[in-house]
């Protein structure tokens, strides 16, 4: 009985050019960081999670928690008080919400993902890939802004989507390449029957993609995958933190910003 060979060369990855389909959170840009660095020191969220235990830390040990939480859910990572009980995910994903709409800022300043430069050069060649198609789970209307700056050349070839993802990978040609930073969603990919013939880069690092209880355990299984289906994948370092910090965001930008209030 043959075996089947499952590719993990970078050189070949875009080769399944019919569509490039990206989650913006944690690939293009990081939204979710700059929050975090703008509120840490604010009363807004003190009465619920334990926001003390980010305020000393600079924006560096801030990136570094950031990068190594459990939870893809900032606030779920962070903890309510220990007066309190623990929320439903559906109750973080609310306050995040909420977060998120505190200011159209916390989009626009940029946080140098090493992806974001590695797209724009994919896309000044007309040739490399067909379509593209920025991912987010909730509509946030700032990231079509914020794509419109980043990919102003692209047109049409740039599209943002969002909603489930197990509906949106249904109209996604198969020989496509999907970037994600949330490695569950490759369980989709196969609950879709899209896992064969694609390609797939994962952000590498991320805390979050491991089992809660082991850090050295992914929370999905690619050997096993392997096995069963013929794929790519690869994973690929998106952060750096010397350029994320010294030409994204910096501390004169989060004293620039007007207070954050508790009614907010």
């Not at 009980?85 to 200011?103: F, N, Q, R, T, W």
């Amino acid at each position: 009985m043959g075996t089947k060979t499952v590719y993990r060369d970078n050189n070949t990855l875009f080769y399944n050019s019919q569509c490039l389909c990206v989650e913006y959170h944690d690939v293009i840009a990081m939204p979710w960081f700059t929050m975090l660095a703008f509120t840490k020191n604010t009363s807004s969220f003190n009465n619920i999670f334990k926001m003390y235990e980010l305020a000393n830390y600079d924006l560096m040990g801030l990136l570094e928690w950031y990068i190594y939480r459990k939870h893809r859910n900032v606030f779920k990572s962070i903890g309510t008080l220990d007066n309190m009980e623990k929320l439903p995910d559906d109750g973080y994903d609310k306050v995040l919400e909420k977060a998120m709409s505190i200011s159209d800022d916390l989009y626009r300043i940029p946080t140098n993902l090493k992806f974001l430069s590695t797209l724009r050069l994919l896309l000044s060649d007309s040739t490399m890939i067909k379509q593209v198609i920025i991912y987010s789970e909730k509509n946030e209307p700032m990231i079509e802004n914020t794509l419109s700056q980043y990919f102003s050349k692209a047109g049409s070839k740039v599209k943002y989507m969002n909603g489930n993802f197990k509906d949106l990978i249904k109209i996604i040609p198969r020989d496509s390449t999907y970037v994600l930073s949330d490695i569950e969603k490759i369980n989709d990919l196969v609950e879709a029957d899209k896992l064969n013939l694609s390609s797939i880069l994962i952000t590498n690092g991320l805390r979050y993609n491991y089992m809660e209880s082991d850090q050295n355990k992914l929370k999905v299984d690619l050997d096993e995958l392997s096995k069963k289906y013929l794929f790519k994948y690869s994973f690929f370092d998106n952060f750096d933190f010397t350029n994320s910090l010294s030409n994204g965001i910096m501390p004169s930008e989060i004293e620039s910003m007007s207070e954050i209030s508790d009614d907010d």
